[in-house]
């Protein structure tokens, strides 16, 4: 991703886990560039993993995330590490992350710290395995598959926006975003009507598919910048079902 | 999205929006159903029609068709709805209901056809269909059933269902 003037990410004009290739090469710039979106991309989900799947307390999983970031990501080169036939990359950021977490831990324990001043809840499980439907995988999951939607989200209100097609994105934030992400009720035809002065139902309908597509080939996008294009059905399966078993 | 934005997330509908398909029908209830027909019916003769809105501005041009309905709910008003026209109409309904593809919703473009099936046998006694009697009954019952149908369209459709009922005691 590159930043505009007006802080607007755009995409990089490349798919195959471009984000994840871009982070691992040795040009600097590229490097902080690419690893720069990827951790923003990540954070909010390893964060709710840290929160809600291994309860660390909330005053420990800044300072956690950041030695993380600084430790493991940018002093260790991790991301260069990450290899595309050893598995999924979100895994391999969440085993990575259980692998410091335990050390971490490890370290303190050794430190013998006193107890009260922010040291980590021991680990039920101190192996790094991570099994991806248990709680704690699948909450990260899921915050990582509502991240996804998000990011396709933006891109696609920033393109309509680009393109002066307003209807389109109205359509579908106030029939299906909307109730999605809010539990809001959907706009009803009547309203649609009115608001974008559509002249013919079969305008409007056209407005929803062109939305659902778009929305589709944006999500494809997000999705391809860590996936390979032959996985990236299976990928977004496996997100769809995650979200379906979550509550 | 915050972290906390899922809160009053619908997990199912999340699901919902990945789905790949990207135009997997969508879902309107009786009372939307029933506003998209009065749309339908209102607007002009030529953007209702859609995509067969060139097929009638080519029938004007060729005089095939003069001084036609400003609409489809005019069209079914008429004592002699122009019969071009009303083909026109069907064509348009036919294509909606079968293709896949299409975005109108199934049951509008259902109706429409059976509609324009009926005006022409009613106004004129002229059959535009090669529907056997029998699966053009069922539809027109399947239309008067409908909880969202116009209350001029039902009586054309039960309109049809006398005419057909009263063809079968000759």
């Not at chain 1, 259980?98 to 039920?124: D, M, T, V």
Request: glycine share 6%.
């Amino acid at each position: 991703m590159c930043a505009t003037a007006t802080g607007d990410l755009r995409p990089f004009p490349v798919t195959q886990w471009s984000l994840v290739a871009r982070a691992g090469v040795a040009t600097v710039e590229t490097r902080r560039q690419a690893l720069g979106v990827l951790l923003q991309r990540y954070m909010p989900a390893l964060r709710a993993y840290l929160l809600v799947g291994k309860r660390v307390p909330r005053d420990r999983i800044e300072d956690l995330l950041q030695g993380f970031v600084s430790d493991k990501i940018i002093e260790q080169d991790l991301i260069s590490h990450a290899e595309q036939k050893k598995g999924k990359f979100r895994n391999f950021l969440l085993v990575s992350l259980n692998r410091y977490i335990i050390s971490e831990l490890r370290r303190e324990k050794a430190q013998k710290r006193s107890p009260g001043k922010g040291e980590l809840a021991p680990l039920a499980d101190e192996t790094d395995a991570v099994d991806s439907r248990s709680g704690p995988a699948e909450h990260f999951n899921a915050t990582w598959a509502r991240q996804m939607i998000d990011e396709a989200l933006q891109r696609m209100r920033t393109e309509c926006q680009t393109s002066g097609r307003v209807d389109i994105w109205g359509v579908f934030e106030n029939r299906i975003v909307l109730p999605a992400l809010e539990g809001a009720r959907p706009s009803e035809y009547e309203d649609l009507v009115k608001r974008f002065a559509l002249q013919t139902p079969l305008q409007a309908c056209n407005l929803l598919v062109t939305a659902k597509r778009m929305f589709s080939r944006m999500l494809g996008s997000v999705v391809g910048e860590y996936v390979d294009d032959d996985q990236m059905e299976d990928e977004i399966n496996e997100l769809k079902h995650v979200l379906a078993r979550a509550r | 999205m915050s972290e906390n934005s899922g809160n009053k997330s619908n997990p199912a509908l999340l699901s919902r929006l990945m789905d790949l398909s990207g135009a997997a029908a969508d879902t309107w209830d009786s009372q939307e159903l029933a506003a998209m027909l009065r749309h339908q019916l209102s607007a002009p003769l030529a953007l209702a029609l859609g995509s067969m809105g060139a097929e009638l501005k080519k029938e004007l041009q060729r005089g095939r068709i003069t001084d036609p309905p400003g609409s489809l709910g005019e069209l079914f008003r008429q004592e002699k709805p122009p019969v071009p026209v009303l083909e026109l109409a069907k064509r348009f309904a036919k294509r909606c209901r079968t293709d896949p593809e299409s975005p109108m919703p199934h049951g509008i473009a259902l109706l429409l056809y059976y509609a324009c099936i009926v005006a022409a046998l009613t106004r004129h006694s002229l059959s535009i269909s090669d529907l056997a009697d029998d699966s053009l009954k069922r539809g027109l019952k399947w239309g008067c059933a409908q909880s969202w149908v116009d209350p001029s369209i039902r009586a054309l459709l039960e309109e049809g269902l006398a005419h057909l009922d009263k063809k079968g005691q000759k």
